[in-house]
């Protein structure tokens, strides 16, 4: 089993530019989660789903969108990429304990 | 509602201990640990839940006073393999909701 999959690893954009971070985890979990992780910050939730269907902001939502039309995929899409949204991004699976499930990360740099 | 997490950064030898804690501002329904190597995606450690049951790691061990609101992280004969950035995330509530996670406690182990 793959766990949770994120692609690409590494991508610069340019300011104005938009991209879509794809994650996809064959866990059969019905949560997931989009994090930002900036130096010394620690995580920081974007979005987050329940389930197929069902997304909701979480602290850091502004400048992104999600969706999610299957269990199996939550992919992430920056409009109009800024500078401050230089950072890497997690996204993340969890059971219904709230065991999270991290994906190996996209290193995001915006010029 | 962001826990915090102390001491922000420590360094031990092999075989020496460490605690690293975590409190917050608000009453928990639970406490998340997990540990994040650099340049990778942060690993699960261990769930206290309220009312004492824990889920985790077999060499690691934690506490969760909830009267306090708050957690440790007990580390004990150090390994090399230890090193790395420590975070705790907060559950206010049952029904997984998202966790807030701290800004991390930065652990180095020396030889």
């Known amino acids: 089993n793959a766990g949770v999959t994120q692609t690409p690893k590494f991508r610069i954009l340019k300011i104005g530019q938009s991209m879509t971070l794809q994650c996809t985890q064959d866990?059969?979990?019905?949560?997931m989660y989009w994090y930002r992780q900036d130096p010394g910050m620690g995580l920081k939730l974007i979005y987050y789903?329940?389930?197929?269907?069902?997304?909701d902001k979480g602290e850091v939502p502004n400048g992104y969108n999600v969706s999610r039309s299957t269990t199996e995929d939550f992919p992430l899409r920056l409009e109009l990429a800024a500078p401050s949204q230089t950072s890497v991004y997690f996204c993340?699976?969890?059971?219904?304990?709230?065991?999270?499930?991290f994906g190996p990360g996209t290193r995001l740099t915006v010029l | 509602q962001q826990p915090v997490q102390s001491p922000q950064a420590v360094i031990l030898r092999e075989g020496e201990d460490a605690v690293i804690n975590c409190s917050s501002s608000?009453?928990?329904?639970?406490v998340h640990w997990y540990r994040q190597k650099h340049g990778e995606a942060p690993v699960f450690l261990m769930i206290?839940?309220?009312?004492?049951e824990q889920k985790g790691h077999e060499k690691i061990s934690a506490s969760f006073n909830e009267k306090k609101q708050q957690s440790s992280l007990y580390l004990t004969a150090s390994q090399l393999s230890y090193s790395g950035t420590y975070f705790c995330?907060?559950?206010?509530?049952?029904?997984?909701?998202?966790?807030?996670f701290g800004k991390g406690t930065r652990l180095s182990v020396i030889a």
């Open positions: 206290l839940l309220k009312g004492g």
């Open positions: 993340a699976t969890g059971t219904d304990l709230n065991e999270q499930f």
């Open positions: 866990m059969n979990h019905n949560y």
């Open positions: 789903s329940v389930g197929a269907g069902i997304t």
């Open positions: 995330g907060t559950d206010l509530q049952s029904g997984n909701t998202p966790l807030v």
């Open positions: 608000k009453a928990l329904y639970s």
